[in-house]
């Protein structure tokens, strides 16, 4: 490593990887949505750390995608959970919007539509995974079938029991297929959510923004927060593993889910396939035409 | 107009939208692929013009997709034609990377598999259509159909004559449906792809890029100038014109496109949305939350 790449890698006291991992005792309570875990900066350097780090995020996108044109068949998939006003949006413009659009497929899941509904839960999940070469990201995802679902009560518990293994099944195959799976949840505190909630009632242009239900979601706080340690406790896997990223911050999540997806790409390692056809014969044939 | 906004837009000292838009009499044999119609700048102008846009591109889709949320129908259709290395990859990138990637729908059409071959040729196209709210962007399009079909004879000649009219008629109601249309062909020289294949070949790490049917298809140039020539022709109508964008000079060509995906949304004109609920009533309540 070079000095100077050093120095530049050097804001990472500690990798969110491995701080942000939810193991073994795992306790969401435990988590401060207002820390920075990792981080030695403030954030004026988080904003330059993801600037600083766009260009390497788009290399490596750009060499698994070429990777796939020549049979390459990994992809990564970066699946985001939260409460609402945690950050999603700012995450996919300003972590993902940092790569060529081409490389990305984002899918928002909403309530489930009636030809959705007729199918298993799994069924619309399926259809939208990232193809080979890409990175796909999930704006909630089949969670939503184990965490409103169990808050609201929309499936009874021994379904949602049941759910638990059919999730960590599908993402073992979904792992074996090629894709690496990066699963977020976006932790808020109660009191920041007010605030957000609070500015787009204030603000008339973020009014839009505003949902009445937001606040009756908002009303089942602490039955959201079981829900997720329960979904934390029975599909973190070593296959794929959940990263609680605190995100009271905007800043310090934006910079945190970049450095997963970094971290992701760089042990994927994809390099720019070779030549498939004869290099020296195709110059003589530009050269002729 | 302020000063402030006026200097900002003087670079432009002519609308591409008109400066490049293919009316009666167009000869696509007349157009310079290295010119720089309408802009009052060099390469460090466009570059400062692309960046300085980029936002009120983005504030401009915003609009878009909030008016959407509550009924809008609105949609963009950005479509690109152009010959390989014409720098399509190079407007994603710079261009409509520019703008929040959960506004932006893009599909690249490749040679149709055997179920888009069971069905007619605007089926798939169809289906890529950008949903309300979105910019959509269409790498390729139905215009293959008229193009390297004729080039290569895919379809007999009674076939290609009724498509440029079932396209026109189609066109019609995507914008009748709500969706402005914006048709673009990149115009690159014969020498100026001849220069880029060769990079392709040069460097080790762009070899991926290049494929030997780029060469064949080369091989047809004065064949698809001709295919292009009548395309514009038939299909250059009042609901969605062709704009032909020199684009030897990469910077012209996403300066050129970005403008006229400006001009597009600035026309639309999207408006944020009044609150459709009770903004006091909810300030009540999230605050007893």
Redesign the interface.
């Known amino acids: 490593m070079t000095e100077s790449s050093k120095s530049a890698e050097a804001v990472w006291a500690a990798e969110p990887s491995t701080l942000l991992r939810v193991g073994p005792h795992f306790r969401l309570s435990d988590v401060d949505p207002a820390a920075t875990p990792g981080f030695d900066g403030d954030e004026a350097d988080g904003k330059r750390e993801l600037r600083r780090t766009n260009s390497e995020l788009a290399d490596l996108q750009e060499r698994l995608w ?1 990777e796939s ?2 049979g390459g068949e990994r992809s990564v998939l970066l699946l985001l959970q939260a409460m609402d006003t945690a950050g999603k ?1 700012g995450i ?2 300003h972590v ?2 940092g790569v ?3 490389g ?1 497929s ?1 899918h ?1 899941f909403k309530a489930p539509t009636e030809a959705e509904k007729a199918h298993d839960f799994l069924w619309r999940v399926r259809r939208e995974l990232p193809a080979a070469g890409m990175i796909g990201v999930f ?1 909630r995802s089949h969670y939503e079938d184990v965490l409103i679902h169990r808050v609201r009560g929309f499936s009874p518990p021994d379904v949602i029991e049941r759910r638990y293994g059919m999730i960590n099944d599908f993402e073992s195959q979904v792992e074996q297929a090629g894709t690496s799976i990066i699963k977020v949840m976006l932790h808020i505190s109660h009191d920041e959510q ?1 605030r957000r ?2 500015q787009r ?1 204030e603000r ?2 973020k ?6 239900g937001d ?1 009756d979601e ?2 089942f706080w602490p039955d959201y927060m079981d829900a997720y340690q329960a979904a934390f406790e029975r599909t973190s896997t070593d296959v794929a593993s959940w990263h609680v990223v605190p995100a009271d911050h905007k800043w310090y999540a934006r910079v945190a889910v970049q450095r997963l997806l970094l971290q992701t790409l760089r042990e994927i390692d994809p390099h ?4 498939n ?1 004869d ?1 020296e014969f ?2 003589k ?2 050269a002729a ?1």
Not at 207 to 212: D, M, R
Not at 272 to 275: F, G, K, N, V, Y
């Open positions: 070429a044109r020549f949006g996919l413009r993902v919007g060529d659009p081409q990305i984002i928002a704006d007010k909630l609070s009632l008339p242009e009014n839009w923004k505003y949902n009445p606040v908002r009303m720019w396939p070779a030549a056809y290099v195709e110059k044939r530009l035409s």
